[in-house]
Nanobody
């Protein structure tokens, strides 16, 4: 049974930082492409950052140089370090995993329930 559980969301002032975590069970992270998506009401889910099984990261332009995706293969946990947060970063953030290298495409097989990030 595959499970992805996000944590670390919250409320922060613009310019602040947050670190999201995604604890994964039921699959080995180092064999999967894993990613972070975000969604606001009425909008499509947007790919934010992905890291493939070789550890190569991909970022959407809006977060490049502000966000960093990483993973700990021992803890089987995915992270998203978010710095210099902007009002537009407010969203529900989801982690996702798939055996294919989907990068920021939306059709990942496994998804978490999400954690809310609010920037004011």
């Amino acid at each position: 049974h595959v499970q992805l559980v996000e944590s670390g969301g919250g409320s922060v002032q613009a310019g602040g930082s947050l670190r999201l975590s995604c604890e994964v069970s039921g699959l080995a992270l180092n064999n999967y492409c894993v990613s972070w998506f975000r969604q606001t009401p009425g909008k499509e889910r947007e790919g934010v950052a992905a890291i493939d099984r070789n550890g190569y990261p991909t970022y959407t332009y809006a977060v490049k140089d502000r966000f960093t995706i990483s993973r700990d293969n021992v803890k089987n946990t995915l992270y998203l370090e978010m710095n210099n947060l902007e009002l537009e970063d407010t969203a529900m953030y989801f982690c996702a995993a798939d055996s294919f290298n989907l990068q920021l495409a939306r059709h990942y097989k496994y998804w978490g329930q999400g954690t809310q990030v609010t920037v004011s």
